[in-house]
């Protein structure tokens, strides 16, 4: 059974910074080739992407965060990390990562909520003071 796992989130004030986790457990299909995101949803809004890395490596962002937001991935820890810098309050909401099969960034971060990833974790809540 596939497990993923966020750590990291908690409260800081606008303009600080957070390492959010999310390490993967119990499956089979090559982690390299999913496609991995990182999804926020803050309180009466949808969830939308905000960082992914497809199965070739490719990179995308949400414009929201691009120059503030990294993501990346340990491979061999099975360890998906987003690296959150000058965090403003409209950043806080739960933090979640998810991950689709043989997907490409593009996809996961546009398409992910909509059209379905196939495993999501519960999530990692960020509270971003001003």
């Known amino acids: 059974q596939v497990q993923l796992v966020e750590s990291g989130g908690g409260s800081v004030q606008a303009g600080g910074s957070l390492r959010l986790s999310c390490t993967a457990s119990g499956y089979t299909y090559s982690y390299y080739s999913m496609g991995w995101g990182w999804f926020r949803q803050a309180p009466g809004k949808e969830r939308e992407g905000v960082a992914a890395i497809g199965r070739a490596g490719d990179i995308s962002y949400a414009d929201s965060v691009k120059g503030r937001f990294t993501i990346s991935q340990n491979n061999a820890k099975n360890t998906l990390y987003l690296q959150m810098n000058s965090l403003k309050p409209e950043d806080t909401a739960m933090y979640y990562c998810?991950?689709?099969?043989?997907?490409?960034?593009?996809?996961?971060?546009?398409?992910?909520?909509?059209?379905?990833?196939?495993?999501w974790g519960k999530g990692t809540l960020v509270t971003v003071s001003s």
């Open positions: 998810a991950a689709k099969k043989n997907s490409y960034s593009g996809y996961v971060l546009f398409s992910g909520v909509t059209s379905g990833m196939d495993y």
